[in-house]
């Protein structure tokens, strides 16, 4: 079946380092998200992309955050400087059709935990 | 506020006794509604979804879930749980017409007793 990937599954960082999460979507699937999970607390959308760009973001995405697609299979999320609170489980997830275009199911990748020290 | 609520942050069953699962939520208007299920080490598993139609819907590894529009309630049932059921199961909801932003409850964490 296919699955989305993500790598690292655990990063450890100091405190105003950049960090990059890597994601792989699947293969066929045009829409891509992250979400967060901070610990203790509810799932959280962070970001939505489409055709390379930004489609919809929340609050929590500000200017430390950004997304890439740099290739044909790599979707990444750069936290700029990270701060304490950043850490947290990230899930990437894909889905084959957009969200306004009627029922749509995404798909999420393990996660990566991140840890700011 | 749009929310979903998961009452039972832990549930403690025996294996092959039946589960509930509760999940209400709260919301203008009647949502696309999910349940996610999360194993050690893996990624958010859709277990099933309501979009319309028939109000109890099928998903994968024998579970159900029953939309009660009533009660603004999406339960996830299992009839007899397997000790492979234990694992973390999150109830969510997204608005039609943006169903990438779901609403995520708090989760259920499932543990099985032999």
């Known amino acids: 079946e296919p699955e989305v990937t993500q790598t690292p599954s655990h990063q450890v960082t100091q405190m105003g380092q950049e960090v990059i999460l890597r994601c792989v979507p699947i293969?066929?699937?045009?829409?891509f998200y992250w979400y967060r999970q901070i610990l203790g607390q509810k799932v959280e959308f962070l970001v939505s992309?489409?055709?390379?760009?930004?489609?919809?973001k929340s609050e929590i995405f500000d200017d430390q955050f950004s997304v890439e697609r740099p290739d044909g299979s790599n979707f990444t999320l750069k936290i700029r400087s990270t701060k304490l609170e950043d850490s947290a489980m990230y899930f990437c997830a894909s889905s084959i059709r957009g969200p306004r275009s009627g029922a749509n199911v995404l798909t999420f990748g393990a996660g990566s935990r991140l840890t700011v020290l | 506020a749009q929310s979903v609520t998961q009452p039972d942050i832990h549930i403690t069953v025996s294996e092959g006794a039946s589960l509930e699962l509760r999940c209400n939520y709260s919301?203008?208007?009647?949502?696309?509604l999910f349940w996610y299920v999360q194993s050690p080490g893996q990624g958010l598993q859709l277990l099933l979804k309501y979009f319309s139609g028939d109000t109890l819907v099928q998903g994968i590894k024998g579970f159900e879930a029953e939309f009660k529009r009533s009660q603004s309630s999406f339960n996830l049932r299992k009839p007899s749980v397997h000790w492979s059921d234990a694992a973390e199961y999150f109830c969510a909801v997204a608005p039609r017409g943006s169903n990438y932003q779901l609403i995520w409850g708090a989760g259920t964490k499932l543990i099985i007793k032999p």
């Open positions: 293969s066929n699937h045009l829409y």
């Open positions: 992309f489409y055709n390379n760009e930004i489609s919809e």
């Open positions: 919301y203008g208007a009647t949502p696309y």
